[in-house]
């Protein structure tokens, strides 16, 4: 590629069972030049399918699907370690499906009725490798579902035995919902050194985004829901 030619756009697959919807979004995200919509499925085994046919950059993903649910079907996806993240679509009275989403390992969540501009921008951040669910939102979740949590001695915390004590206190801290400059302010360093602890708890943890830091942080017991 050329200086100053454009990136390529980001490849987006809708996955919802309702075809009115899957419209909305394709009129919703068709007028952005940097997005590109490559094909929409009715259910969740026909998105896995053409996840590993078609190598979309960003999914999103409906949670209740006929043959196959949201969760099941992101699990699928992520279990064939194929390019493609998973932004999971829902709604108030599905909430508890959203955990288990989550630790299924999507990069985050969005409600169906978002603006259509956060739609577009939570697309482009998960794309971009980062997660869009607001750890605030999360840990409300992480809170009212615990018990779909595993119990924290089948997670040992042994796994974060890796970690400096630095580290350690800076996971606990976004496991509560805080910010990168929250953070900073909290434990009295600056925001870039938070944001370097962030990508070493990351690294070491082999963890894709800070929403599943936040998940392993609750399953290892080293925050507690309410806590």
């Known amino acids: 590629m050329t200086d100053g030619a454009a990136p390529r756009p980001v490849r987006v697959l809708l996955a919802d069972d309702q075809p009115l919807l899957r419209t909305g979004f394709r009129m919703v995200l068709g007028v952005e030049d940097d997005l590109d919509i490559v094909g929409e499925a009715g259910d969740g085994v026909e998105a896995v399918e053409l996840s590993r046919r078609l190598l979309p950059d960003v999914v999103l993903m409906d949670i209740r699907m006929p043959r196959m649910d949201g969760v099941a079907a992101t699990r699928a996806i992520v279990d064939a370690r194929l390019p493609v993240r998973v932004l999971v679509l829902t709604t108030f009275e599905l909430d508890e499906y959203v955990v288990g989403a989550l630790r299924a390992g999507a990069s985050g969540f969005l409600a169906k009725d978002v603006p259509a501009e956060d739609l577009v921008t939570a697309i482009r951040t998960v794309a971009a490798g980062e ?60 925001e870039t050194t938070v944001k370097t602890h962030v990508g070493h708890v990351l690294t070491k943890l082999r963890l894709r985004d800070r929403v599943q830091a936040v998940v392993l942080a609750y399953e290892t017991g080293l925050v507690r829901p309410g806590k």
């Open 131 to 190: 997660a869009v669910v607001a750890p605030r939102i999360l840990r409300r979740l992480l809170d009212r579902f615990a018990e779909v949590l595993p119990d924290p001695v089948t997670a040992p915390p042994r796994v974060l035995d890796t970690l400096t004590e630095r580290e350690r206190e800076v996971l606990v801290q976004v496991a509560r919902g805080l910010s990168n400059a929250e953070i900073a302010r909290e434990l009295s360093v600056s």
